[in-house]
């Protein structure tokens, strides 16, 4: 599926940022910019919307040739902040703009023909008789303006935002016995952004809520090997009574070309470190005499689990007191299957967003194209649902309007 959302997002960049650049360098011309330097213009928007994304295809297709181990990697320092970075701040001023430039454009064409002006007239016109056209100045004016509203306000929100985390705490349950404390981490990503210095702070503001056990929806890299023995070194510093426990995630298929060897070495690193990766397995503790089992599912983009596999695992678990389900994906086809048969249901994977444009007036989490939990705590029949934010980025090293997350949670049985 996640080709599709792909092809349809390279779709809507090409057309709405051909419109956009359009639009802006007939605002330039009307406010009597000189045509060289218009091209100018015309050019670096181009490279800036297009260039990013053919280089990484055209790499992509040169390794799959020359049969290389790993994938060519942009998510490093320089090719981030000279690629990766320009390109989704190119996209989001586009992508923001657009609906605000259409609107322009409608009112423009009002006007024109409340003054009944052809377009064939308008179009003729010169450059200079645009520019004593009060209408077409003030249509470039606002052009201008809204293009540069968020060329400036994206990146500063950006910015005031970075490392932004929130630790939150949920109460399930009203017994009186001392609860079970769980943190949930998910999408730490380690790479050179969020590096284990990072990952050691966060550890850090986990432990200090002092668990009794920690899970994790996985993800522990972003992609490449590089950061498999970081990540588990730093993973080991998460403190708790029962340990930490993990599903995996995507990016645990992403270190090399061959999945199957990404996965075993991520395993075997964080189990060299304490940290137990599970795959459609079950674990079960006890808490001043209630039973918890928990369900580890491997469900996400490399792996969907099947129908019979779930209900088999779900199934086993039904005697207990508590039953949890830990997943890194959660979409309606899964919440289906786990309603009304486990207690709570802990997943990842959305980064709550990570990227959520403006459209119109306030800001709209894309990851609702995908599913419906996106960010926070949901109910489903009995069935608790909580999706963590994340901690650290994909693809790009920027969170937009999308602060990452913890999660504490105090089981009261």
């Known amino acids: 599926m996640w080709f599709v959302f792909l092809a349809a997002g390279l779709l809507l960049v090409t057309i709405t940022g051909l419109y956009a650049r359009r639009r802006l360098a007939t605002a330039l011309a009307e406010l009597g910019v000189r045509a060289r330097r218009i091209r100018i213009v015309r050019w670096a928007v181009g490279w800036l919307l297009f260039g990013f994304p053919i280089l990484v295809f055209v790499t992509i297709f040169a390794s799959r040739l020359l049969d290389t181990a790993t994938l060519p990697r942009f998510d490093g320092m320089w090719a981030s902040w000279l690629l990766a970075v320009p390109f989704v701040w190119a996209v989001l001023v586009v992508l923001q703009a657009t609906p605000w430039l259409v609107?322009?454009?409608?009112?423009?064409?009002?006007?024109?023909?409340?003054?009944?002006?052809?377009?064939?007239?308008?179009?003729?016109?010169s450059a200079a008789e645009r520019c004593r056209c009060p209408a077409s100045r003030l249509r470039a004016i606002a052009t201008l303006g809204v293009l540069g509203v968020f060329a400036i306000y994206t990146p500063v929100r950006i910015a005031v935002e970075r490392d932004a985390l929130r630790v939150r705490h949920h109460v399930l349950?009203?017994?009186?016995?001392?609860?079970?404390?769980?943190?949930?981490?998910?999408?730490?990503?380690?790479?050179?952004?969020?590096?284990?210095?990072?990952?050691?702070?966060?550890?850090?503001?986990?432990?200090?809520?002092?668990?009794?056990?920690?899970?994790?929806?996985?993800?522990?890299?972003?992609?490449?090997?590089?950061?498999?023995?970081?990540?588990?070194?730093?993973?080991?510093?998460?403190?708790?009574r029962l340990g930490t426990y993990s599903v995996r995630g995507d990016h645990e298929h992403f270190a090399y070309v061959d999945r199957d060897r990404s996965v075993a070495e991520i395993e075997r690193a964080m189990r060299a470190h304490g940290i137990a990766m599970l795959n459609n397995e079950v674990k079960r503790f006890e808490h001043h005499g209630k039973q918890i089992t928990i369900v580890f599912l491997n469900y996400n983009y490399i792996h969907r689990t099947d129908r019979e596999t779930i209900a088999a695992l779900v199934a086993s678990v039904q005697d207990a007191d508590y039953k949890i389900a830990v997943t890194h994906q959660l979409d309606e086809a899964l919440v289906a299957q786990l309603e009304d048969k486990v207690d709570l249901v802990l997943a990842g994977h959305t980064h709550g967003g990570q990227v959520n444009p403006v459209v119109g007036l306030v800001h709209v989490s894309l990851a609702r194209l995908e599913t419906p939990y996106v960010d926070g705590r949901y109910q489903r029949g009995r069935?608790?649902?909580?999706?963590?934010?994340?901690?650290?980025?994909?693809?790009?090293?920027?969170?937009?309007?999308?602060?990452?997350?913890v999660e504490i949670l105090d089981l009261a049985l």
């Open 103 to 125: 609107a322009i454009d409608l009112a423009y064409l009002i006007v024109r023909r409340r003054k009944g002006l052809p377009a064939a007239v308008v179009r003729k016109r």
């Open 173 to 240: 349950g009203a017994s009186s016995a001392p609860p079970l404390r769980i943190a949930f981490v998910a999408d730490v990503q380690q790479d050179v952004h969020t590096d284990g210095d990072r990952a050691r702070e966060v550890y850090a503001l986990v432990n200090a809520a002092k668990p009794d056990l920690v899970l994790s929806g996985g993800d522990w890299i972003n992609t490449g090997p590089d950061a498999i023995e970081a990540a588990a070194e730093a993973a080991a510093t998460l403190h708790s």
């Open 383 to 405: 069935t608790t649902i909580l999706v963590t934010a994340g901690i650290g980025t994909s693809i790009v090293p920027i969170r937009y309007a999308s602060p990452g997350s």
